[in-house]
């Protein structure tokens, strides 16, 4: 199941170069890619690694810590696909009738967050379509007993890891295809990448410079505290 990694709405702001990559992070990913008692193996090892380098003993400290929270539990949802408690379908919503994502999922310019629309936006249209449908008469429900919709949430990461919206999609100009594959197709949502952190960084390593001139970082503190 593939992600779709059709480059940026602003593609010529990204330039694709190579960038000389951080040998000690290449192998640390490499590593990371192994689970649980490998991790920490690979781990002891590199500690020597790192060790050895001046300056480094911050991301030593950050790898001892992580390689300890993570073991055992394995964060690799993709193709998760939970049934939600509406038939709410992005192939018709932002496929059939092509409506934007950012519609709904306004946060994802502004903010960390991408957010999950509240029941009102549903009514923007439904207070006049389909109102004979169960589905659409569970929204009037929510809003009449104030409780907001019980979506099951299909991404989540752990504490540890830290991702920004905002810095992605108004800043770099990156498509959320990119990222969460062809939503617009999908009839239930689901993970369709690893979202792993081999995913994060083959990007942020490739990345010259973004619209701004940032260049992404591959330092464990940008995305680890
Ligand atoms: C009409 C409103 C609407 C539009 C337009 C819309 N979405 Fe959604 N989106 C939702 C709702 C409601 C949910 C929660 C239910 C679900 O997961 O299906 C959701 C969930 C998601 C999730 C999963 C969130 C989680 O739980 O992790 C992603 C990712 C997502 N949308 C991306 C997109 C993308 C990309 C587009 C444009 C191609 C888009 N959406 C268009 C309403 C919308
Ligand atoms: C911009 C307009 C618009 C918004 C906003 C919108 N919808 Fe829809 N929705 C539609 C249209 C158009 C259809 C297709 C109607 C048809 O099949 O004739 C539809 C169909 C549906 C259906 C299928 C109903 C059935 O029984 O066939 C559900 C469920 C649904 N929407 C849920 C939602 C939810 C939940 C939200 C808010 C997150 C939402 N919609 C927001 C326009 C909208
Ligand atoms: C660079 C990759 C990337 C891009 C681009 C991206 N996302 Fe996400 N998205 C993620 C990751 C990673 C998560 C899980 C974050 C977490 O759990 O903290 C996520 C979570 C979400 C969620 C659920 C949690 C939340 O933040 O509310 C929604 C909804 C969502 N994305 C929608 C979108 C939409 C819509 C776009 C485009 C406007 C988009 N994303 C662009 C990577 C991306
Ligand atoms: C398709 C390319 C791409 C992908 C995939 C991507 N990023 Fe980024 N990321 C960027 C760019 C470009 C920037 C710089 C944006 C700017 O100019 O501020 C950035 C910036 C960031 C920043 C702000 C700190 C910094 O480096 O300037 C964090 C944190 C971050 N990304 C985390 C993540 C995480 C976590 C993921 C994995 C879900 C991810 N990124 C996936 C391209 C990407
Ligand atoms: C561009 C963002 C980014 C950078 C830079 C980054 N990580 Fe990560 N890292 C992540 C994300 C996102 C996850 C969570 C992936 C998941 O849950 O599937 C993660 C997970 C981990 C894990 C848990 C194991 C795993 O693979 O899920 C460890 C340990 C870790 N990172 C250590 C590091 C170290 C050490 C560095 C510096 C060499 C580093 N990270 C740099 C984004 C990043």
Redesign the pocket.
């Given at each position: 199941m593939g992600v779709d990694y059709r480059f940026p709405r602003h593609a010529s702001a990204l330039t694709l170069g190579a960038r000389p990559s951080n040998d000690v992070n290449g192998l640390l990913v490499g590593a990371l890619r192994a689970r649980s008692f490998q991790i920490i193996a690979l781990f002891a090892g590199e500690a020597g690694l790192l060790g050895a380098c001046s300056g480094c003993s911050g991301t030593l400290l950050v790898s001892v810590i992580l390689a300890t929270l993570f073991v055992g539990c394995n964060t690799n949802q993709q193709g998760y696909e939970p049934e939600q408690p509406?038939?709410?379908?992005h192939a018709?919503?932002a496929g059939r009738?092509q409506?934007d994502c950012l519609?709904?999922h306004f946060g994802a310019e502004r903010s960390r967050h991408a957010g999950v629309?509240p029941?009102q936006?549903?009514m923007?249209?439904?207070s006049q379509?389909?109102r004979d449908?169960?589905?659409?008469q569970k929204?009037d429900a929510a809003i009449e007993s104030g409780t907001p919709?019980a979506w099951t949430r299909v991404h989540r990461y752990p504490d540890f890891a830290y991702f920004d919206h905002s810095r992605h999609v108004a800043v770099a100009g990156i498509r959320c295809q990119s990222c969460h594959g062809p939503v617009e197709t999908m009839t239930r949502l689901r993970q369709a990448g690893t979202m792993s952190m081999g995913f994060c960084l083959d990007c942020h390593r490739k990345t010259e410079h973004s619209g701004n001139g940032a260049v992404p970082s591959t330092d464990c503190s940008a995305c680890h505290y």
């Open positions: 509406i038939a709410y379908s018709v919503h009738f409506i519609y709904c629309p029941a936006v549903c923007n249209c439904h379509i389909k449908s169960p589905d659409i929204i919709i």
